[in-house]
C-alpha cells in the first residue's frame, strides 16, 4: 500500500520570499508523483509531476520539485512567492501498475502567502 | 483542454433524501474518479470507474454507490443522504497508457445535508 505524507498543514509566508511544502511517500515498488493546487472553491489543478528521467521537475506558475528517491521525498519549491499563490498544495503517489491511475493523495499543505 | 464539469456548484439536501451527483467529461477517458474533500483528511476515493458499466470501490465507498452509462458520464449516488456526508465532492477523470496518469478535476459540488 502507498501512503502519502505532508509535513506541514499550514506554511506561512512573506511575499517574494521563498517556500518550500514537504511531501514523503511510502511505496514497494517504483512510483509516480505529482503536486496539485487548489484556489478557493475550485478543483484541483496540476502543478507537476514525476514520472521518470531528470529528478527536478519544473511546472507552471515558476513551481519546481525535485524527486529524492533514497530520501522518499518529493519537495515542491519556489524561490519567490506572490499573493496569488495563497492555495492549498496536495501531493499525490501512483504507482502506474495498473491502467487505473489511482491516486493516493495528502492531507494538502496550505499555504498563506502574505504582503 | 479536458474539460471535467460537475452538475451543480452547491446543493443542500434533507436527511434521507436520494442525491445524484452527476460529471461527465469531454475527453474520451476511461477511467472517472469520485472523491470527497474535508478539511484536515484531505482527498478520499469513493469509487472509480475503467470503462462503462464497470466500478470499483475506493477507500470509503460505505454509503454511496455509482453509475457509468455512458463513457462521458460518472454518478455518483447517496441513497439516503445523512449528515456526515456533507463534504465537497470533486469529480476527475484520466486516460488508460504509458505515461497517463495524471487526473483531471472539475470544479466540486460542496453538498450540504441538513
Known amino acids: 500500500a502507498q501512503s502519502v505524507t505532508q509535513l506541514d498543514s499550514q506554511v506561512p509566508v512573506f511575499e517574494e520570499a521563498p517556500v518550500e511544502l514537504r511531501c514523503n511517500y511510502s511505496s514497494s515498488v517504483s512510483v509516480y508523483l505529482f503536486w496539485y493546487v487548489q484556489y478557493p472553491n475550485q478543483g484541483l489543478q496540476l502543478l507537476l509531476k514525476?514520472?521518470?528521467?531528470?529528478?527536478l521537475v519544473k511546472g507552471i506558475n515558476g513551481f519546481e520539485a525535485e524527486f529524492n528517491k533514497s530520501q522518499t521525498s518529493f519537495h515542491l519549491r519556489k524561490p519567490s512567492v506572490h499573493i496569488s499563490d495563497t492555495a492549498e498544495y496536495f501531493c499525490a503517489v501512483s504507482d502506474g501498475r495498473s491502467g487505473y491511475s489511482t491516486l493516493t493523495f495528502g492531507k494538502g499543505t496550505m499555504l498563506l502567502v502574505s504582503p | 483542454d479536458v474539460k471535467v464539469t460537475q452538475s451543480s456548484r452547491y446543493l443542500v439536501k434533507r436527511t434521507g433524501e436520494k442525491v445524484f451527483l452527476e460529471c461527465v467529461q469531454d475527453m474520451d477517458h476511461e477511467n472517472m474518479f469520485w472523491y470527497r474533500q474535508d478539511p484536515g483528511l484531505g482527498l478520499r476515493l469513493i469509487y472509480f470507474s475503467y470503462d462503462v458499466k464497470m466500478k470499483e470501490k475506493g477507500d470509503i465507498p460505505e454509503g454511496y454507490s455509482v453509475s457509468r452509462e455512458k463513457k462521458e458520464r460518472f454518478s455518483l449516488i447517496l441513497e439516503s443522504a445523512s449528515t456526515n456526508q456533507t463534504s465537497m465532492y470533486l469529480c476527475?477523470?484520466?486516460?488508460?497508457?504509458?505515461?497517463?496518469?495524471?487526473?483531471?478535476f472539475g470544479p466540486g459540488t460542496r453538498l450540504t445535508v441538513t
Open positions: 514525476y514520472l521518470s528521467g531528470s529528478t
Open positions: 476527475a477523470s484520466s486516460s488508460t497508457g504509458i505515461g497517463s496518469y495524471e487526473q483531471y
